[in-house]
Nanobody, 113 residues
Framework: QVQLVESGGGLVQPGGSLRISCAAS????????MSWYRQAPGKERELVAG????????NYADSVKGRFTISRDNAKKTMYLQMNSLKPEDTAVYYC??????WGQGTQVTVSS
């Protein structure tokens, strides 16, 4: 069955960097677009970034453009989100998703001094 497992979250100071990962199994990873979403307390889940099956095409929420980079390694069946210049408003649980049908358990990212 489809499994998505996020990792790499944690506490980071404003202006810092963090890379989170999503390890996939149970489907042909290289055939599907993938996305990162996040959900802050009291807010709706929102799209952060998406990536095509090959990795050549990416898209980002305006709030993270120029700071976050989505990537994938199809050989390792893993997707990444490199987050730079982090702000307190980036604090959220970050989820990877396959077609918004399958979700990981999420990884907490907290940006605070």
């Amino acid at each position: 069955q489809v499994q998505l497992v996020e990792s790499g979250g944690g506490l980071v100071q404003p202006g810092g960097s963090l890379r989170i990962s999503c390890a996939a199994s149970g489907f042909t990873f290289s055939s599907y677009e993938m996305s990162w979403y996040r959900q802050a307390p009291g807010k709706e889940r929102e799209l952060v970034a998406g990536i095509s099956s090959s990795g050549w095409r990416t898209n980002y929420a305006d709030s993270v453009k120029g700071r976050f980079t989505i990537s994938r390694d199809n050989a390792k069946k893993t997707m990444y989100l490199q987050m730079n210049s982090l702000k307190p408003e980036d604090t959220a649980v970050y989820y990877c998703t396959l077609q918004r049908k399958y979700w990981g358990q999420g990884t907490q990212v907290t940006v605070s001094s």
